[in-house]
């Protein structure tokens, strides 16, 4: 078998299932095996409907964009509220402490990595517009 042929669903049930290795591989080890059989891995693709499950699921506060975006995590549609706290905090302090990061997710009802990926690209935009302006 080559290794080219795993999906990603075979993976992640091996993996959760005590990773028992290669289908037909057998360990040397006390008694017999706890948990299933070895399964050979589905022939579906790993591109198909059944795996987009997690990327069509979206949480409050985002929205997919219109883009060849890749599956995954939506795009944040940030609020004017939201981004009126964001620019004040980023315009006192360009590199958020843990303190006012967690201040801000909690007031503005976002996750402290979407604070911290917020300011990360605000400081580039700052950059591209300094440089810009030379």
């Known amino acids: 078998m080559d290794k080219g042929s795993f999906s990603v669903e075979w993976l992640a049930q091996s993996s959760r299932s005590g990773g028992q290795g290669m289908p037909g591989e057998s360990r040397p080890g006390p008694g017999p095996a706890k948990g299933p059989p070895p399964q050979t891995p589905p022939s579906v693709p790993a591109g198909t409907p059944q795996n987009r499950g997690a990327a069509e699921r979206r949480s409050p506060g985002h929205e997919a964009e219109s883009g060849g975006a890749a599956p995954g995590r939506s795009r944040t549609k940030f609020s004017a509220a939201q981004l009126q706290e964001l620019e004040r905090s980023f315009r006192e302090q360009r590199y958020i402490r843990a303190g006012e ?32 302006a030379r």
């Open 101 to 132: 990061k967690r201040r801000l997710a909690a007031v503005l009802n976002l996750s402290q990595s979407q604070i911290k990926t917020w300011f990360q690209n605000r400081r580039m935009k700052f950059k591209r517009q300094t440089q810009d």
